[in-house]
């Protein structure tokens, strides 16, 4: 049914204009008591095997929502409505911003997948606290808080940026994701090398540990996936010197070339992240190599072109503990989530693994032997 609707609505509105509509719709849901349990109940049933504790966090199970979607923490409980473990909002920048001029978001349909160059539109890490702060939960989800760099900061001052954004939102997150790897923002990228990242990373945690003292807020980065490998051992060996509970791998990539893009090349060649299913091989490529390099040290969440319940099982074979979606929501709708569960459910019963955390890595464990 929604694919239809999408085919004879969604694809003909322009589709920043379609996101936003759908967004003031799930909102509304949530906000309707009856209507609201009803659309939980129907999408998004628990099943007790797919329980997952990461990060020190216990959550319904491994499927979560990407950041870029809610932005602006303004339909937390829509997204956990809509049967996601857990909601990562953001990115959010120090300051409030625009973002890039539109039209800055294409859909390739054909691919399956987005092109975006939003640029970080938000309303600023200080509105987007005081959300948080003030939000009363009706449904409950874990969230994460995405962090950026303020497009105006100059390179050399990111980290006093970040560290602004850290110290407004740490309190309000279950854990904080440093995003140096967005394609939309000039320089942010180069924040990829160690010798940059280190002192970044550095100064994040301590902020973090200053705003938050009674508890530890889970600190993950989020990369790239056009990193080279000797590139993607650098930050996980990283990450491990400097005690990070994770990485996120991947972002959008600004990779055309080898994908096989069956799109108008009119519309594949706008600048921008590229997400969605041509994403699928690269980010499980980075995925087994983090695992293979960190094992079971850092928790990995795997992102990027992870369409149904096989591409999930194949992430968490490979070694992630946690798993997002984005772009395939766009495509598949309000039971994208549901889908998910339910097939992760039927494989692990499946499979020879008693736990979800069982099967993490095993496939990448086999490949080492």
């Known amino acids: 049914m929604y694919r239809l609707f999408f085919h004879l609505v969604f694809k003909r509105m322009d589709a920043e204009r379609a996101h ?81 001029p539109k039209k800055r978001l294409f859909r390739l349909v054909a691919d399956r997948a987005l092109i975006n160059r939003m640029g970080f539109n938000n309303d600023g890490s200080a509105i987007v606290a005081e959300r948080l702060r003030t939000r009363v939960p009706v449904l409950r989800t874990v969230v994460g808080v995405n962090i950026g760099k303020t497009k105006v900061v100059p390179e050399a001052e990111a980290a006093a940026d970040y560290v602004k954004s850290t110290e407004r939102l740490a309190r309000h997150a279950d854990y904080l994701v440093v995003n140096v790897s967005s394609p939309n923002t000039p320089g942010l990228r180069n924040l990829q090398a160690t010798e940059a990242l280190r002192p970044l990373l550095g100064a ?91 094992g079971d040290r850092l928790t990995l969440i795997g992102v990027g072109g992870v369409e149904n319940a096989e591409d999930a099982w194949q992430r968490i074979l490979a070694g992630a503990t946690l798993v997002q979606g984005y772009s395939a929501f766009i495509y598949q709708g309000p039971c994208y989530a549901r889908a998910v569960h339910k097939g992760l459910a039927a494989r692990l019963a499946a499979s020879p693994y008693a736990t979800l955390a069982e099967a993490v890595g095993a496939d990448t464990r086999k490949a080492a032997r």
């Open 20 to 100: 936003h509509l759908a967004f003031r719709w799930i909102r509304l849901a949530v906000r309707i008591p009856v209507l609201r349990t009803f659309l939980a109940a129907a999408l998004a049933p628990r099943h007790k095997e797919l329980r997952t504790e990461a990060l020190g966090l216990r959550m319904h199970g491994p499927f979560g929502l990407a950041a870029g979607f809610d932005k602006n923490a303004v339909a937390v409980d829509g997204m956990a409505m809509l049967g996601f473990d857990h909601v990562e909002i953001g990115t959010v920048t120090g300051e409030p911003q625009p973002g890039n």
């Open 204 to 294: 994040v945690r301590e902020a973090a540990d200053r705003a938050v003292p009674e508890r530890r807020v889970p600190l993950l980065v989020k990369i790239a996936p056009d990193l080279a490998d000797e590139d993607v051992d650098a930050v996980a060996d990283l990450a491990v010197e400097l005690g990070l509970d994770g990485i996120i791998a991947t972002n959008t990539t600004i990779a055309r070339e080898g994908l096989g893009l069956a799109s108008d090349p009119a519309l594949t060649a706008e600048t921008g992240g590229l997400s969605g299913a041509p994403l699928k091989e690269r980010s499980l490529a980075v995925l087994r190599r983090l695992y293979a390099r960190v």
